[in-house]
């Protein structure tokens, strides 16, 4: 599998490395449900237990999201990306767009990760902060892709599909 991306699409371990990196982000922040507590009776010194929830799933898949986006950053660096879709100020925004993306996909886990090893309770608050705020912009991402897929008729969501 190349990881190479060329003008027109991503290579196919970039595409893998994208789609793995939302669906544990989406994980994630639906099984996050009592980790605020779980940090809480942990910073305690008490057992970080709440029903239905086991914090250590939530803390490795935080790990594997950092390690994710840390193979992407480092594919994106060696292998590019391709020509930005659109011109002008749309091409702006959509570059500042994924750049605060990648930023708010390595600040949530590692907020996360001093929170619950450092313990620094702050920290625990910015996750959770960086991690709404990580949805809200993944929300606006993936209508701009649907918008340019269905409006536009660009191909743009083709290119996180198919492999070039």
């Given at each position: 599998?190349?990881?190479?991306?060329?003008?027109?699409?991503?290579?196919?371990?970039?595409?893998?490395l994208?789609?793995?990196?939302?669906?544990?982000?989406?994980f994630?922040?639906?099984?996050?449900?009592?980790m605020?507590?779980?940090?809480?009776?942990?910073?305690?010194?008490?057992?970080?237990?709440?029903?239905?929830?086991?914090?250590?799933?939530?803390?490795?898949?935080?790990?594997?999201?950092?390690?994710?986006?840390?193979?992407?950053?480092?594919?994106?660096?060696?292998?590019?990306?391709?020509?930005?879709?659109?011109?002008?100020?749309?091409?702006?925004?959509?570059?500042?767009?994924?750049r605060?993306?990648?930023l708010?996909?390595l600040?949530v886990?590692?907020?996360?990760?001093?929170?619950?090893?450092?313990?620094?309770?702050?920290?625990?608050?910015?996750?959770?902060?960086?991690?709404n705020?990580?949805?809200?912009?993944?929300?606006?991402?993936?209508?701009a892709?649907?918008?340019?897929?269905?409006?536009?008729?660009?191909?743009v969501?083709?290119?996180m599909?198919?492999?070039?």
């Amino acid at each position: 599998m190349t990881a190479t991306a060329d003008a027109t699409g991503y290579g196919p371990l970039q595409i893998v490395l994208h789609w793995a990196t939302a669906a544990l982000v989406l994980f994630n922040y639906l099984y996050s449900e009592g980790m605020g507590r779980a940090l809480h009776l942990r910073l305690e010194g008490r057992p970080a237990t709440d029903p239905g929830l086991d914090p250590q799933i939530h803390v490795a898949v935080g790990i594997a999201v950092l390690l994710a986006v840390v193979a992407r950053l480092g594919l994106r660096y060696a292998s590019g990306a391709p020509d930005a879709a659109g011109q002008g100020r749309a091409q702006q925004i959509a570059e500042w767009a994924h750049r605060s993306l990648y930023l708010l996909l390595l600040l949530v886990p590692i907020a996360g990760l001093v929170a619950w090893f450092v313990g620094i309770e702050p920290a625990g608050d910015a996750h959770a902060l960086f991690a709404n705020a990580l949805m809200i912009l993944a929300g606006l991402h993936a209508l701009a892709a649907l918008g340019h897929h269905f409006v536009l008729r660009d191909g743009v969501l083709r290119r996180m599909f198919v492999p070039r």
